[in-house]
């Protein structure tokens, strides 16, 4: 079964406390992204990655840090976390050859920081 | 740059009722649209597309969507609702070329069908 796999799917922590959410894909999907989801906000992109070693900022990057060291994972990491950064956050994949146009979204981590 | 309009935040209907959540976009470019579905404490799923060809698309559950590039919209509709349905919809733009993925999204219309 295709599927985005997010860990953990409720995290409660302490301001500055490092912290790092787990996304995994079995599509072997090139493209790999980062959203959060805020009330009223809809859906904003953290960062994504084209390919292994290959990342870059989408919208709203600041506090927030991702590595892309083998195709199928691509974790977030929070350094510093701060009450701001209180949100749910999905992680997706999309296949670019051939070039796909549905994005799989994983079942999202809702993150508190207190 | 991109964005994408919701017009309606809340959407009650009653159940069997026809409903129709609205959707404009703004692009400098050509894009694909979406409609993604997220029901309660789960992520999102693809609902239906339009990426060229006939303006009028239908995807899953009876959903249908029309695409109107005059005025820039992708309204959702479905002839009759059922209480399952109620969930939130994200109405999102993508460039359809390029090489920029990003989706960008609306705000959100959190449908509710009541008995």
């Known amino acids: 079964e295709a599927q985005v796999t997010q860990n953990p799917r409720y995290l409660i922590t302490v301001t500055g406390k490092k912290l790092t959410v787990t996304c995994s894909q079995n599509m072997n999907h090139e493209y790999m992204s980062w959203y959060r989801q805020d009330p009223g906000l809809g859906l904003r992109q953290i960062y994504y990655s084209m390919n292994v070693e290959v990342t870059d900022k989408g919208d709203v990057p600041e506090g927030y840090k991702v590595s892309r060291k083998e195709k199928r994972n691509f974790p977030l990491i929070l350094e510093s976390p701060s009450p701001n950064q209180t949100s749910l956050y999905f992680c997706a994949s999309l296949s670019l050859w051939p070039r796909g146009t549905e994005a799989f979204f994983g079942q999202g981590t809702r993150l508190t920081v207190v | ?115």
């Open chain 2, 1 to 115: 740059a991109q964005s994408v309009t919701q017009l309606d935040s809340q959407v009650p209907v009653f159940e069997e009722a026809p409903v129709e959540l609205r959707c404009n976009y703004s692009s400098s470019v050509s894009v694909y649209l979406f409609w993604y579905v997220q029901y309660p404490n789960q992520g999102l799923q693809l609902l239906l597309k339009y990426l060229s060809g006939s303006t009028l698309v239908k995807g899953i559950n009876g959903f249908e969507a029309e695409f109107n590039k005059s005025q820039t919209s992708f309204h959702l509709r479905k002839p009759s609702v059922h209480i399952s349905d109620t969930a939130e919809y994200f109405c999102a733009v993508q460039n359809s070329g390029g090489s920029n993925y990003k989706l960008t999204f609306g705000k959100g219309t959190l449908l509710t069908v009541n008995p």
